[in-house]
C-alpha cells in the first residue's frame, strides 16, 4: 500500500521548479517557477531565514512564464 501511495507521488509533475541559483557569502538567492501558474518567485536565504517575493519586472509588474504544457 505505501509503496503504491510514493509511486503515485512521485509520478507527480513538480509543482515549482528552480530557475536559477546564485549564492553569496553564506546565504543564496534562487529563482523560482511556479508551473502550475507561471509566476516566478525570488527566494533569498541566510542562516536559517528564507524569504520569498514575486519576481517584478522593471515596470513593477509579476514575471509570470508561458506555460507550454498543463
Not at 549564492?23 to 520569498?52: H, K, W
Amino acid at each position: 500500500m505505501f509503496k503504491e501511495l510514493k509511486d503515485r507521488k512521485d509520478d507527480r509533475k513538480k509543482r515549482f521548479t528552480v530557475k536559477e541559483e546564485q549564492s553569496y557569502g553564506l546565504g543564496y538567492i534562487s529563482v523560482v517557477v511556479d508551473t502550475s501558474t507561471g509566476v516566478n518567485y525570488m527566494l533569498v536565504g541566510s542562516g536559517s531565514s528564507i524569504n520569498i517575493t514575486p519576481l517584478l519586472d522593471n515596470n513593477g509588474k509579476i514575471i509570470v512564464d508561458e506555460i507550454t504544457d498543463k
